[in-house]
């Protein structure tokens, strides 16, 4: 049974920072790409960054482009999210996923992290 738990979450002030972490299970993790995700009130689920299986190619969506850096470690099955400068417009709801085709949907969801930025 394949498990992706996310963590990290939390209220933070603007201009603050948080790392959200996730764990995988249940896959062979190595031959995964992996993403996160972030989901706003009353708002559709949107595409914050990703990473390729072996970690050396990422992009970002423009609005945390120089502000958030995803990073992994294969040997612990884990993806990161560090989110720097942190905006209100932030705020939401994050989910890390993965899929075995770089260009394909993804397979696996996690079940979130609520992230809060106050102003």
């Known amino acids: 049974q394949v498990q992706l738990v996310e963590s990290g979450g939390g209220l933070v002030q603007a201009g603050g920072s948080l790392r959200l972490s996730c764990v995988a299970s249940?896959?062979?993790?190595?031959?995964?790409?992996m993403g996160w995700f972030r989901q706003a009130l009353g708002k559709e689920r949107e595409f914050v960054a990703r990473?390729?299986?072996?970690?050396?190619?990422?992009s970002y969506r423009d609005s945390v482009k120089g502000r958030f850096t995803i990073s992994r470690d294969n040997r612990a099955s884990t993806v990161y999210l560090q989110m720097n400068s942190l905006k209100p417009e932030d705020t939401a709801v994050y989910y890390c996923?993965?899929?075995?085709?770089?260009?394909?949907?993804?397979?696996?969801w996690g079940q979130g992290t609520q992230v809060t930025v106050s102003s």
């Open positions: 996923a993965a899929r075995l085709d770089s260009y394909g949907e993804y397979n696996y």
């Open positions: 249940g896959l062979t993790f190595r031959h995964y790409d």
């Open positions: 990473i390729n299986w072996s970690g050396d190619v990422t």
